[in-house]
């Protein structure tokens, strides 16, 4: 695949939206007035990954007239799961297609075909003359998971109310879907542990977070 770089003066794909039914959903943007081909990058989750790590994946090449007979790109959900898209216009050049490499993030979109539940449970075993506890922290997602969307914070004399609300640790490795037992870990009598998200902003709305 040929890339090269979207010059000053040209223009690029722009106001990426989406529509999602129960069955499928559908991709529209604004094509560049020039461009009649444009490639589709297409993967699960909703972090971003560099513009190389996204050039070695295989993407969808689609054309205006394919656009304008489905109304836009539409794809039929077949699983709860979230997905970024990134659309780049793209031009046939010397029987060669060309990339046109367009990297202001208005070419990016990310969907989600459903909530995925996070279940999470803490068990708590202590002695009854020890100044210590063992905790254990089992995470239960519907779907894979980046280590990044959790953390759980600890706090002295009552249980944490948000993800500031005392002592953030991160997790160490990702959650596949399924039960997860994290290794076991000491505290004191007197501290308490919860789950959070670890950006409440940006996956509080991808995700359904519960406890146990």
Same mark, same amino acid.
């Given at each position: 695949?040929?890339?090269?770089?979207?010059?000053?003066?040209?223009?690029?794909?722009?106001?990426?939206?989406?529509?999602?039914?129960?069955?499928?959903?559908?991709?529209?943007?604004?094509?560049?007035?020039?461009?009649?081909?444009?490639?589709?990058? *297409?993967?699960?989750?909703?972090?971003?990954?560099?513009?190389?790590?996204?050039?070695?994946? *295989?993407?969808?090449?689609?054309?205006?007239?394919?656009?304008?007979?489905?109304?836009?790109?539409?794809?039929?959900?077949?699983?709860?799961?979230?997905?970024?898209?990134?659309?780049?216009?793209?031009?046939?050049?010397?029987?060669?297609?060309?990339?046109?490499?367009?990297?202001?993030? *208005?070419?990016?979109?990310?969907?989600?075909?459903?909530?995925?539940?996070?279940?999470?449970?803490?068990?708590?075993?202590?002695?009854?003359?020890?100044?210590?506890?063992?905790?254990?922290?089992?995470?239960?997602?519907?779907?894979?998971?980046?280590?990044?969307?959790?953390?759980?914070?600890?706090?002295?004399?009552?249980?944490?109310?948000?993800?500031?609300?005392?002592?953030?640790?991160?997790?160490?490795?990702?959650?596949?879907?399924?039960?997860?037992?994290?290794?076991?870990?000491?505290?004191?009598?007197?501290?308490?542990?919860?789950?959070?998200?670890?950006?409440?902003?940006?996956?509080?709305?991808?995700?359904?977070?519960?406890?146990?």
């Amino acid at each position: 695949m040929e890339i090269r770089e979207l010059m000053p003066e040209e223009e690029g794909i722009g106001i990426i939206r989406y529509e999602l039914t129960k069955e499928k959903f559908s991709i529209r943007w604004d094509w560049p007035k020039d461009k009649e081909l444009v490639y589709i990058f *297409k993967i699960k989750g909703i972090d971003e990954i560099s513009i190389d790590e996204l050039f070695h994946l *295989k993407p969808k090449l689609y054309t205006k007239d394919e656009y304008k007979e489905f109304n836009g790109y539409v794809e039929q959900i077949e699983e709860i799961n979230q997905y970024t898209f990134y659309i780049f216009s793209a031009s046939e050049d010397e029987e060669e297609i060309v990339l046109v490499k367009q990297d202001d993030g *208005k070419n990016r979109i990310t969907l989600s075909t459903g909530k995925p539940n996070i279940l999470y449970e803490i068990d708590e075993k202590k002695a009854i003359f020890s100044k210590v506890k063992t905790v254990t922290i089992t995470i239960r997602p519907d779907i894979n998971i980046k280590k990044e969307v959790l953390c759980y914070v600890k706090k002295e004399g009552a249980y944490p109310q948000s993800v500031e609300d005392g002592v953030k640790f991160d997790f160490v490795s990702d959650f596949r879907a399924g039960t997860n037992v994290m290794p076991s870990i000491s505290i004191k009598k007197n501290e308490f542990i919860k789950v959070f998200f670890k950006d409440p902003m940006k996956y509080g709305n991808a995700y359904n977070l519960m406890q146990k």
